[in-house]
């Protein structure tokens, strides 16, 4: 098999061409920028490869260094950039209202809050129409765990083990990634449930998940029957009859796992655990800080994949391509219940980054970006899926649209992960090449591919064909 595979792959992947030509870089050099990294800025914020890479500029899919080298971006500043960098539209949006107003405060009216809000919430399903707008997803997160808690006048949260729901010391308890811990007290209060993760949990099959690629994993469940989600509910109904009160203040979950690696549960598992959620008396959130605006293809929000309507809605990242706004979206009931007091917002609804979101909506319904994560995500996902059928490392393709990940274990049988330091050659690979992607999952086993929403098809076959002779150069090296 590998001889076979040796001798189709180019032994430089030839990247698709681009007109754009970066301005020319004129700032400190590369040496120094290490130097202030070191010195000035928190090392809590890390970077990317054994050389850091210095960027200079953006063009819709691609990232230009100080160098003026070029490459594919298939994280999308992590999963943020959704129409573009630097997108014409949202660029010429944003220096229009640079001239006009960049900040008042929402104690005043100002056009841009009330265009945008009727915009952004005329997409979502009713009764889901009142919104409040925040900097970041896990200011919005924050919110909705405490509007979800104000509201029921319960206290308890319950959310799956592998979530990422934000970093804030009340978020933290809704996040069940040990990587991002501190060893001090934090979300107190919250619960978390297991992942009805079709390819590493117990339960699994080959019908379970709304992807285009399912798991290797045999399933013998009958047309409609789906044994694994069964088992995957009976752990929540466990968790709900013995880790939280009778009555609690709501559910949270991501569509799609992304900082988990693109997980994805079995089709009827959010609906059946909204309705035991609803019955304890909870609010159902559901987190779009990833999965939204379009990115899962066949809908603009990942809930209406799951034929749910959650009582809470949390936006962030791709709402702003890249500007710090979030949303937090409810019923009018909900939203109620934080205006017995006053809360209030600096920033949030600016109206700078009110006309950036309504410059975004814009692009992304003229640019046709929900159709194109749908035909390019799921042409990428079936030729990734090859290379899974090919190499034993690739255990698991999986995803919607272009929320995309790669499940990378040291064979099929046992799923146990690739070790990091082999995940990190194959990853550095690739960025040599020229294509950035993420890393996510338990173990950081698993390759995210996030991209912008504008690629193409041509971009595709290139990352695809990078990744194919990463994968090669790796198992020549275990020879």
Known sequence: RQQKWKSTVSIQPKMPPCDFVPEKYTSYPYERMQKIREQNISPSLRTYYKKPLLLHQGH???????????????FAGIVTVGVGHCHPKVTVATQKQLARLWHTTNIYMHPSIHEYAEKLTALLPDPLKVVYLTNSG???????????????????????????????ASTLGLTALGLYKHGVASGFGCSTTMLPDVFRGPWGGSHCRDSPVQTVRKCSCAEG?????DQYIQQLKDSLNTTVPKTIAGFIAEPIQGVNGAVQYPRNFLREAYQLVRERGGVCISDEVQTGFGRTGSHFWGFQT????????????????GFPMAAVITTKEIASSLAQNLHFNTFGGSPLACVIGSAVLDAIEEDG?????KDVGTYMLVELAKLRDKYEIVG????????????????????????????????????DMGVLIGRGGLYGQTFRIKPPMCITKKDVDFAVEVFHTALQRHMERAV
């Open 60 to 74: 819709m899919q691609w990232l230009f260094d100080y160098e003026g080298r070029r490459y594919l971006d298939l």
């Open 138 to 168: 896990t200011e919005a997160n924050d919110l909705a765990m405490f509007m979800a808690r104000l509201y029921t006048g319960n206290f308890d949260m319950i959310s799956l083990r592998g979530a990422y729901h934000g970093g804030s």
């Open 396 to 431: 698991d393709v999986r995803g919607k649209g272009l929320m995309i990940g790669v499940e990378m274990v040291k064979d099929k049988d046992s799923r146990h992960p690739l070790p990091a330091e082999e995940m990190s050659q194959i990853w550095e690979d690739c960025k």
């Open 225 to 229: 029957v789906c044994h694994a989600n």
């Open 369 to 373: 970006l929900q159709e194109n994560s």
């Open 306 to 321: 799951h034929d749910v309507v959650p009582d809470i809605v949390t936006l962030a990242k791709a709402i702003g391509n």
